[in-house]
C-alpha cells in the first residue's frame, strides 16, 4: 500500500480547476445568504456551531 507523500498527486493535479484563483463575481450574494441562514438558526444550535469550531481549534 502506497502512503500518502512525495508519489501523491497535488490536489492541482488530481482537480485543476483548485488551482486557479476564484472568480468571486461567481459568488455573488453568497455572503448574504450564509448570514441569513446563520440569523435563522435556533440559538441552541448556534451555540453547538461555536463550541464544535472552538474545540477543533484548539481554543
Avoid at 3 to 14: H, I, K, Q, V, W
Avoid at 24 to 51: C, Q
Wanted: hydrophobic share 40%; aromatic share 2%.
Amino acid at each position: 500500500m502506497q502512503r500518502a507523500g512525495r508519489n501523491a498527486p497535488d490536489s492541482a493535479e488530481l482537480q485543476p480547476d483548485l488551482a486557479k484563483k476564484p472568480d468571486l463575481s461567481e459568488a455573488e450574494g453568497g455572503v448574504e445568504r450564509v448570514v441569513g441562514a446563520w440569523r435563522r438558526l435556533p440559538r441552541h444550535v448556534k451555540a453547538a456551531i461555536v463550541t464544535l469550531v472552538n474545540a477543533s481549534s484548539g481554543q
